[in-house]
T-cell receptor, first 116, second 115 residues
């Protein structure tokens, strides 16, 4: 079974530029998550989708971050404009069920973003 | 809101010795507890989870974890560590209260197993 795919793996941009990350979840997984992992910290949830609907985006900085999952499969996370503090690893995860408490999340390899 | 504490930033053990990585949690309602491992430049890999039932949970790669409700702890253990177990370990918790299913992670513990 193929895992969660993410691209690109690495990205370097200058502040105020825009950037986009792509994620393809495990086939058949209904729920998709985007996390931000700053160096030295645990991952922090940015947004959760169930199929193509947003379940939780309470921690997404909506003035600069946006995400979509138009067909309920793959997803794109965008940052525009980027700030220095956005330097982090962006992880995508997916789970089979509806994202309930017992649901196990499976993570992709992440995209390491460096903002100069 | 739920939270997780991993009191040790680093754990160092010799190969063949027991390995313990500590985790305590705070959550509303019953806890759902998870352990993940992260190797350099890789995503998080699921090791095991506690939902309900036996307090001792067995997972991948010989790891197990013990749920202790009175101490609100969920320590990860391995009876005999390998050099290949050297990695970053994360404990995570979810509550059972509806609309509060966000998975909250600890800051991580770096495990180094020396040959």
């Amino acid at each position: 079974e193929a895992g969660v795919a993410q691209s690109p793996r690495y990205k370097i941009i200058e502040k105020r530029q825009s950037v986009a990350f792509w994620c393809n979840p495990i086939s058949g997984h209904a729920t998709l998550y985007w996390y931000q992992q700053i160096l030295g910290q645990g991952p922090k949830l940015l947004i959760q989708f169930q199929n193509n609907g947003v379940v939780d985006d309470s921690q997404l900085p909506k003035d600069r971050f946006s995400a979509e999952r138009l067909k309920g499969v793959d997803s794109t996370l965008k940052i525009q404009p980027a700030k220095l503090e956005d330097s982090a690893v962006y992880l995508c995860a997916s789970s089979f069920f509806s994202g309930g408490a017992a649901d196990t999340q499976y993570f992709g390899p992440g995209t390491r973003l460096t903002v100069l | 809101a739920q939270s997780v504490a991993q009191p040790e930033d680093q754990v160092n053990v010799a190969e063949g010795n027991p390995l313990t990585v500590k985790c305590t949690y705070s959550v509303s309602g019953n806890p759902y507890l998870f352990w993940y491992v992260q190797y350099p430049n890789r995503g998080l890999q699921f090791l095991l989870k506690y939902i309900t039932g036996d307090n001792l949970v067995k997972g991948s790669y010989g790891f197990e974890a013990e749920f202790n409700k009175s101490q609100t702890s969920f320590h990860l253990k391995k009876p005999s560590a390998l050099v290949s177990d050297s990695a970053l370990y994360f404990c995570a918790v979810r509550g059972s209260v509806s609309n509060d299913y966000k998975l909250s992670f600890g800051a991580g513990t770096t495990v180094t197993v020396r040959a």
